[in-house]
């Protein structure tokens, strides 16, 4: 599980050595709690809802403890720039651009489902919300990336539901 908590942190916290760090904190925490899980056969989920816990707790401590704005003047445009390699190289950055922009919320279901290949219902464990609200989460995250790497398309069309009273 180890590879799939790595890739799950980096994609969260979008630094190598903070997601290691998170990762380490949830195995200790792992090890800690081994005995008073609830569910023995779900150890998957439980293991990355204490690791999504942990990631949440130093995201919104490191967003508390921001230090300052440098002006984009101040910056050497050797730091700002980097030369493509190829294009594939291009998209993939676009992609990560995409799934960074998409609200933590939208980012983690997407990520527990598609990459780590979770069901709806582990997902819906893991980030305790109802599995109703993880298909919604991850239909917006999924619409907001195809627009963001597809700009030319048109927004897709609605499907006629109106509200009844």
Known sequence: MIPALRRYARALLREQAAADDLVQDCLEKVITYWDSRRNRADTRSWV???????????????????????????????LMTVPPAQEDALRYRDLLSAVDALPAEQRSVLLLVSVEEMSYAE????????????MSRLSRAREKLLRQMEPGLKAAPTSGLRRVK
């Open 48 to 78: 990355f809802a204490i690791l999504h816990n942990l990631a949440m707790t130093a995201l919104r401590r490191h967003a508390s403890a921001q230090g300052l704005h440098v002006a984009i003047d101040d910056v050497a445009e050797s």
């Open 123 to 134: 997902t819906a464990r893991i980030l305790e919300i109802p599995v109703g609200t993880v």
